[in-house]
């Protein structure tokens, strides 16, 4: 493995010190069309 490990705390702490922590944004959803409604057979062996 090439170069060293970070520990994920010190890097928060540094990141804080330099105020670089931003809130991270949750991502809007997709609002979805509603589909339209199934086709009801009036006869039997209809598809």
């Given at each position: 493995?090439?170069?060293c490990k970070w520990n994920h705390n010190?890097?928060?702490r540094i990141y804080?010190?330099?105020e670089?922590?931003?809130r991270i944004k949750p991502r809007?959803?997709?609002q979805r069309e509603k589909p339209e409604p199934l086709?009801?057979?009036e006869a039997p062996?209809?598809?």
């Open positions: 493995m090439k170069g010190r890097v928060y804080r010190e330099l670089l922590n931003m809007k959803r997709l086709a009801v057979p062996n209809e598809v």
